[in-house]
């Protein structure tokens, strides 16, 4: 716990420099972790950039909250004292180099060691142009990740997120913003003097579903942040439209509608432009997510007078309760293996992120926070992101399903709020 | 304790250590790698994709805007026509950049408010709008059936908005009631909220000419969508009540849901004020 602390410390220090989401803190954070060592990378040739590859890895390790990363103050080429990790209670040793090649061209060695069988588990060369070291930083945390724990990593995808910001005329300025999965790198793809909420990527990771109040009304637009396109307005309707959530066929999005001021759940063809009508009731249907499989949504729903979350089976067409536990659970989003729900939860006064087990029907709250608002899993679904109140001021939170440890992620001035978590990239 | 394992593995790499035997079988890790993972592979991680946001913005992409110098966006105001909006500080730096930039991107929209937004409907949707006003004498269509007196038309209805903003302004110096409050996660309208509604109906009856917009808002808590959807109850069931003077084609309904707070903060006072249906005349 000491030394994790200790490496944070120079988080924090190097954080504040970079045009990022600012890693605040690590809460509750366990000695569970699986040890390891990450050196930093010896550099040979010259190298302008400033972007540090072992630290990158560390930090995303750490968040993940399965390791306990850290750095030594001098450089592994390729000699390791195994007898000195073991008596240390490491697992792994994690070292590299990055070779210039050409002025843009470099190439990027890593190694890994287990220390107690003192045998190597992976080594690899890897040639990058300088513009990927960033990209290459979250692709080796994730071959770190698999080689040692034998799972996809969630590291080399995206975040997007809604930023707030007054003005000094007192207005506000929305942003939808699109970083790597460690808040660095954000990139505005949507701006707006009016509201923007509930991003959604399609599972290609090729399109942004998202609600804008530009015309002073809830739209949903569809908008491809990679190409020279612009934003496509769904069908408009004479309520509002809201709440997009894509089928994981990526040819459909379903979104509520109200018609005949009647929110219901449809889904809308993008290709034929047809609506197809999933829900009927006459009371609130919103917040729609889909499961892996696409055969299911969870959504929410005030049907019974209380605000409770029902699956709807679109194959049978049958529509069961999932949420049994309290008067207030919402805006629920499947887990990537289907089996679990993650959700917000009223307890008291509070609402919290909660786990649901969709079969058992247990319900795990993980947080003690006031306000927490929209979860998403990470892809490989270890972790979950959401945003939540510090200090009145909207902050994103990411907590790890191994050990319940808690990052947050703020920006230096303004909001943040309603993240969601990109699929992987191919 | 970390200091010391920093300093203690310096003093490792300038020891020589045991070799390592990599071809020793049984390593507890060793079935988790992808054998055809492990050669040297060449990675295209070059040059992603710029992203590009073409919403809202005109001539400019949102990131080109923001890296601007301030005396870029400066210039580029003045070019649309926005310079009344800079504000400087006593040194001649902008101190409304944000403002600017917002500015900048909504500036297709930024002609002369109503008359723009006239000018801009199509012959069909004027003459569908001075019907809903009551001004359907005032069209004159040509042998072919088109709008023959557009500009025309366009003067009346503008001369009848202003008298109409007047008409609105007037009730609102007379009365103060424009908002309309509502209990957690509840549309019930109360006694007070039903006099308030029928001293509106009474308006709007005796005014044909004033259209009504109904906005509903939530308090900041549960969910964002819950709360858009929540809000928009709210407005309909004033709408409802309304309804019963038939003056439901008078009136359109839009939700904020939590999105536009009167009050910010995280208290009971502040979402009393929040949960809300406003009176919006136009």
Known sequence: MKNLKFILLFNLLFSFSANALLEVNILKSKEAAFPIIIAPFEVIGDSKESIDIAKIIRDNL????QFRALSTDTIITNKIDFDFWQEHKKDAVVFGKVEQVSPKIYNIYIYIYDVFSEKSLYQKKITVSNSGFRRMAHFLSDKIYYVLLGQKGSFNTRLSYVTVTENNSGGRTYKLQISDSDGFNPQTVVRSPNPILSPAWSKDQRKLAYVSFKNNRSEVFVMTPFLK?????LPKFDGIASSPAWHPSGKSIALTISKQGNKDIYLYDLKSKKLERLTTNISIDTEASFSPDGNSIAFTSNRTGQVQIYIKNLKSGKISRATFEGRYNAKPVFSPNGKDLALIHRVGKDYRVALLDIKSRDLTVMTSNKSDESPYFSPNGGMIIFSTNRDNKGILSIISLYNNQIVELMQKTGEVREPTWSNYSN | MSKKILLLSSVILLSSCASTNISELGDKFLDLINPSDAATEQVDLSGDATLIAMDETGGFTISELEQLSNDDLIAIAKEKGLEDLIVLDADGNLQNRDQIINAIVESGDLM????????????DALIEMANSKG???????????????????????????????????????SSDSFILYFSYDDTEIDEISTRTIIEHANFMQDNPSVSLRLEGHADERGTREYNLALGENRALSVKEVLGLYNLDDRITVISYGEESPVLVGSNEEAWKENRRVEFSYY
């Open chain 1, 62 to 65: 750490n968040r993940s909250g």
């Open chain 1, 229 to 233: 396109t612009i934003p496509i307005r």
């Open chain 2, 112 to 123: 002369d408010g109503k008359t723009a937004e006239l000018e801009s409907l199509s012959d």
């Open chain 2, 135 to 173: 001004m359907g004498e005032m069209i004159i269509l040509d042998a072919d059936g088109n709008l023959a007196n557009r500009d025309e038309l366009i003067n009346a209805l503008m001369d009848a908005a202003v008298a109409t903003l007047a008409i609105i302004q007037n009730f609102k110096n």
